[in-house]
């Protein structure tokens, strides 16, 4: 029999508790129990499945499937889990803006089919048979017809994890009344009601839910993992030197961060843009910019125009503010800064990492901002890197706003993880995560959002209190949360139910 405990495993550090089936039941079958993790997206860019996986190995002590595409890379911690197999599927050609109109409404109906039959191949033939499939809802056309059914052919429980209403983000782009979306909302609504359980992202959405749906799930909030904490100074330091290309390179704009960069700069190990390293002790520049992070999709439902009309805002308020004379120019501000001069608000400089279809659009509208003290830059970073890039941070921007009202942003919750205090839009629900005053602000406009970069930076980098109250409030309000203890008390049990529920059954049949 397999060693259910692999000594090749680190799990020293982890709590187990009872794991989902018996030591019994293994025996009995001579294999260990198996969950499929559905996701009919990038497994890299679907950190919260990424999450379900690890748990599911970890705290539950299961063999793991993961089938999804590729494309970016998971977090190495799945990828050297000995009990976690990834199975990536060919993702569809994203080329249908190209073809003529009439075509689209037959590539609409084509896409789904040919998703469905490449579903049903792996999860039926490609992977063994599982106790529970675990699907991520959205997309919910093809993924939980496929699910379905071979959750049916395989004699597996399959549990759905709503992270958002599928109709309601194909009605951005094809408007409530379109046909398809009705067609959409169908299938969600049918066979969301056939899964054997279900999880979901807020306490609004479970209301949504049982009161419209007739479907009772389980709150899991999303939490960080482990990997998720402020950043040390070595590490800030590490990081900014592996990246230093992306900020500096010939790529990157002239303007109040790349002044004065030399050569030597670009390549000395001792000193970035945030610290210097002297001997073995690292420190913070006095007069380093404020790092803003924002991590998008580039998608219709974040409106990245709000945070670049702030941007300006800020820019010309404290130009304003500080009687700075325009006849001067940009580089005498900037001159002045690269010698060591400090200002009563700091150069603000945003990172905004992600991939999506809005991308390049936007980058255009950046490089045509003309800004004195205010800095973009676009990456795309690993999983490793992220989370230092997050705990290296002053203050994270979250621009999603929900296609349903129901779910909240991942990224504030990744934020939270590493001490990081938020400015979000406000939403209907968005108040269950971001706590006013306490770990993030809230605004509606991007007027808003520049009265908050001033409140929150002035004085910048020893002054500023009120900057400093939310990093203390999202520290304390954060040492109790983290996804192990949120998946052990409201995943687990919904798990392990519908598994005994399910080898019940099976054992009924093959009697």
């Given at each position: ?8 495993l ?9 794991p989902v089936?018996?030591g ?25 499945m990424?999450?379900?996986?690890l ?27 000995q009990?976690?197999h ?11 803006g ?65 992270h ?6 194909l ?7 379109s ?5 959409y ?73 790349s ?44 409106d ?15 130009a ?6 325009d ?11 690269d ?29 045509k ?30 621009l ?68 400093r ?30 598994i ?12």
């Amino acid at each position: 029999m397999k060693n259910i405990l692999d000594p090749a495993l680190d799990l020293s550090h982890i709590h187990f508790q009872q794991p989902v089936g018996s030591g019994e039941e293994e025996m009995e079958s001579g294999k260990r129990r198996r969950a499929a993790v559905v996701v009919l997206g990038d497994i890299g860019r679907s950190p919260r499945m990424q999450y379900h996986a690890l748990s599911l190995a970890r705290q539950a002590n299961l063999e793991v499937d993961i089938v999804a595409y590729g494309g970016s890379d998971p977090h190495s911690v799945l990828l050297e889990h000995q009990s976690i197999h990834i199975h990536t599927m060919r993702q569809w050609p994203s080329r249908n803006g190209a073809l003529p109109k009439v075509f689209r409404p037959v590539m609409l109906l084509l896409k789904p089919l040919v998703q469905f039959i490449m579903l049903l191949w792996f999860l039926c033939v490609k992977i063994k048979a599982p106790d529970v499939f675990i699907v991520q809802n959205p997309p919910s056309v093809p993924t939980l017809v496929a699910v379905k059914w071979a959750s049916w052919l395989r004699q597996s429980s399959f549990i759905i994890d709503w992270h958002n209403f599928g109709y309601t983000l194909l009605a951005l782009s094809l408007g409530r009344s379109s046909r398809f979306v009705a067609i959409y909302h169908w299938v969600e609504l049918h066979f969301g009601k056939m899964a054997n359980g279900s999880l979901c992202v807020t306490k609004a959405m479970q209301h949504e839910l049982e009161q419209v749906w007739g479907i009772k799930a389980t709150v899991l909030y999303d939490q960080p993992p482990e990997f998720f904490r402020p950043a040390q100074l070595e590490e800030i330091h590490k990081l900014f030197c592996r990246i230093k290309k992306d900020i500096f390179g010939s790529n990157s704009p002239q303007d109040c961060i790349s002044y004065g960069i030399t050569d030597h700069d670009m390549q000395d190990p001792t000193s970035t843009l945030f610290t210097h390293q002297i001997g073995q002790d690292y420190h913070l520049k006095q007069n380093r910019p404020a790092l803003i992070v924002s991590s998008t999709s580039w998608t219709p439902d974040e409106d990245f125009g709000i945070l670049l009309e702030a941007a300006v805002m800020y820019d010309r308020r404290v130009a304003a503010l500080l009687n700075e004379n325009d006849s001067n120019g940009d580089e005498f501000f900037w001159k002045a800064i690269d010698e060591g001069k400090t200002f009563l608000y700091p150069r603000l400089l945003f990172v905004i990492t992600g991939k999506g279809p809005e991308k390049e659009k936007y980058e255009e509208k950046i490089k045509k901002l003309n800004l004195k003290r205010v800095a973009f830059r676009t990456m795309w970073l690993s999983p490793e890197d992220y989370p230092l890039l997050l705990g290296s941070a002053d203050l994270g921007v979250c621009l999603h706003t929900s296609s349903s009202g129901l779910d909240l942003p991942m990224k504030v919750v990744d934020m939270f993880g590493c001490g990081l205090p938020v400015c979000a839009v406000s939403y209907s629900c968005i108040t269950e995560l971001v706590k006013v005053e306490k770990n993030g602000l809230l605004f509606s406009s991007s007027s808003e959002l520049a009265d908050e970069l001033m409140m929150l930076f002035k004085g910048f980098p020893d002054g500023c209190d009120a900057l400093r109250t939310l990093r203390n409030g999202v520290l304390e309000m954060g040492a109790s949360a983290k996804w192990a203890t949120e998946w052990e008390a409201n995943a687990k049990p919904l798990i392990s139910k519908v598994i005994s529920l399910s080898l019940c059954i099976l054992g009924h049949y093959r009697l």
